[in-house]
């Protein structure tokens, strides 16, 4: 073959993989496209707060909430049609981060599995209410991990990385490590959307770009803040075995029931990992401050900071994955625990029971 004739097959067959490349992507944004032209089927949980918030697509939005408890409302700037659909399916990703509600997985998807190691995690386990908690009267309630007051707060110092975290980051923690996943493109349409959404909660609840409020974070509670300013692991096992095990299972690795989670994973293959801010060893203040707040579901503000901040050094113990950064090493131990650990456990449990081993320590109770 001349070299001309060489050259010639060489230029045709770059310029073929070249279009092959191209065809793919124009597929890709199409799709994309195609899921973002999408009607949303909302959640019943978002069908209700979209609606009570009153979003429709017009030139002005108006609060209704706003409207309820102040008497009036400045008009905002409002929605598109294409703004609206993103907001709905921010909102569906808030509620039911696995998709398990979504009928289509294909065009209607919310699905942000791909995201996420374990079956478990929904922002909504943590960031309640769909990201705005409120009590019966309709008060936004104290540290509770408010998406809308985070936004407002967004672009702010984060005292922990020492970086200034725009939003968008402060939700890819969350899927890193909160949710044990993966870090979403910072321009995948799942962040945008729940950018959206978090956005349209502030004009919503008229919270005002770069103002605190007390519903953002976690309400912490510090050692200090106990009267024994010492935290226990055995007085924490035994509050959680009479408050916390009947949802959350005997080993905390959550519980489940006809394919129905009863309660999410607090340690175990489905829970957040060492690098999570819920993880006691990493940040002692914010577990306790979750579990006073928010815990036992139905008896929330029940517990004493000296129970929250020892069934947080309890939970701290048990078995989880590792975090991104620690290396293959200890996330093959961490792995090895979750595997092994239970196991071992029921068994020592039932020698217990049968009384063949009576050295082993009798089960404390104080
Ligand atoms: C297991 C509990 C948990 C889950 C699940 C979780 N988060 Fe979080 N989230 C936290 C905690 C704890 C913080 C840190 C609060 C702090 O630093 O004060 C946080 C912080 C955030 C922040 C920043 C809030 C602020 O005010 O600075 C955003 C945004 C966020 N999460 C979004 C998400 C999204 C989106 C998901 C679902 C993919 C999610 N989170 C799942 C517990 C959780
Ligand atoms: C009545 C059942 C019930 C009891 C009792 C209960 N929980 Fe929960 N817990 C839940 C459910 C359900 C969720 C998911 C959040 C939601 O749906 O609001 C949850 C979420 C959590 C979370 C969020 C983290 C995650 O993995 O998503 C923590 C932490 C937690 N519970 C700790 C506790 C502790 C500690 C106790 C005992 C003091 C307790 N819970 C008692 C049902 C329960």
Known sequence: MSTTALKLARTTLLLLVL???????TQQ??????????????????????RRYGLVSSDRYRSPYVLQRTGSTAPLRGYSDEDVRAIQRGCNIIDDTQG?????TGNERWNATRFIRGTHTSCDHCHQGIGDKQDGHGNRMKGSLSLGASWVMADMYDRFTGMLLPFELRQMQCFINSSNGYKPNIADDVLRDITAYSRFLSAALALKIGNHYDEQGIDEIPASDTPKQGDDYVRGEFVYKQKCQ????????????????????????????????????????????????????????????????????????????????????????????????????????????????AALPPERNQ
């Open 19 to 25: 279009a092959g490349f191209y065809l793919v992507v």
């Open 29 to 50: 944004h199409k799709h994309r496209e195609d899921i973002r032209l999408t009607t949303v089927t909302l959640t019943p949980g978002c069908a209700e707060k979209l």
């Open 246 to 357: 009947v949802c959350h299972g005997r080993q905390a690795f959550g519980l489940e029931a006809n394919g129905q989670l009863v309660a999410p994973a607090l340690a175990g293959p489905n829970a957040w990992n060492t690098q999570s801010r819920n993880y006691f060893n990493y940040v002692s203040t914010i577990l306790p401050g979750f579990i006073c707040r928010n815990m036992p579901l139905g008896a929330e503000n029940t517990l004493s900071n000296q129970e929250c901040r020892d069934i947080a050094f309890y939970i701290g113990n048990l078995p989880r994955p590792a975090g991104d950064r620690e290396g293959p090493v200890v996330a093959l131990q961490h792995q090895a625990l979750m595997t092994f650990m239970p196991p071992l456990m029921r068994l020592t449990e039932s020698t217990r029971k049968s009384g063949v081993s």
């Open 100 to 104: 398990k509600q979504a009928k289509d």
